[in-house]
């Protein structure tokens, strides 16, 4: 079975700094996407990145972007110039490729980023 | 453009009910996956429903059940509730028809709580 490990239950980081989140994930299969969302308090999961195992370029999306090491089976996020509406709980998530990841996803427990002003 | 709508936003039952939760999926959408979060984890996969049909399952006892409907609406439905059934249950559309990498968009989520 599939696993998703998030080893820091709560980061913090002054605004306009930079943070990383950590993931390991554990799978057998060879085509998969990762994902991380975005939970904030308003209980909405939303997509802030993903990525694709077979491909070696890691994604970006403006201020965030992903460190994909397939060999290490790691996957952290870096979020850059921190805002205050950054501030959320963060979920590593994995899905087989399938339909581009809209198959049941796996998801770690998250990480609780606090956006210190 | 509505995103995916759930309702009731919270909901208390007694252990031993049932009860019903609804999704309406974001326009254009024909998929509904099914998630239950419990406080401080992370969303845990119940099913996923397609063309009317159950496609997919997670671990979950046959408790849960769902439907979906012709507008690809869906309901999910927990029988024998137990005390920890107590979560937020979180329903997510995505475009079978559409592109091949499509996203899953979720909605805010039904709070449960069985006491």
């Known amino acids: 079975a599939q696993t998703v490990t998030q080893s820091q239950p709560e980061m913090s980081v002054q605004e306009a700094e930079t943070v990383t989140l950590s993931c390991t994930y554990d799978?057998?299969?060879?085509?998969?996407?990762l994902f991380w969302y975005k939970q904030p308090p308003s209980r909405q999961m939303i997509l802030v990145i993903r990525q694709e195992a077979y491909k070696q370029q890691n994604a970006t999306e403006n201020r965030f972007s992903v460190n994909f090491q397939k060999a290490a089976k790691s996957f952290s996020l870096k979020i850059s110039d921190s805002q205050l509406g950054d501030a959320a709980m963060y979920f590593c998530?994995?899905?087989?490729?399938?339909?581009?990841?809209?198959?049941?996803?796996?998801f770690g427990k998250g990480t609780h980023l606090i956006i210190q002003p | 453009d509505a995103g995916v709508t759930q309702s009731p936003t919270h909901l208390i039952k007694t252990r031993g009910q049932q009860v019903t939760l609804r999704c309406s999926p974001k326009?254009?959408?024909?998929?509904v996956s099914w998630y239950q979060q419990a406080l401080g984890q992370g969303p845990q996969f119940i099913f996923q429903y397609y063309e009317e049909e159950e496609r997919q399952r997670g671990n979950f006892p046959d408790r849960f059940s769902g439907h979906q409907y012709p507008n690809y609406s869906s309901e999910l439905n927990v029988n024998a509730l137990l005390l920890g059934d107590s979560a937020l249950y979180l329903c997510a559309s995505s475009s079978d028809r559409g592109a091949y990498n499509s996203p899953l968009h979720f909605g805010n989520g039904t709070r449960l709580t069985v006491t």
């Open positions: 998530a994995y899905s087989v490729g399938r339909s581009g990841g809209a198959d049941g996803l796996t």
């Open positions: 799978t057998s299969e060879s085509d998969y996407y």
């Open positions: 326009s254009g959408h024909d998929t």
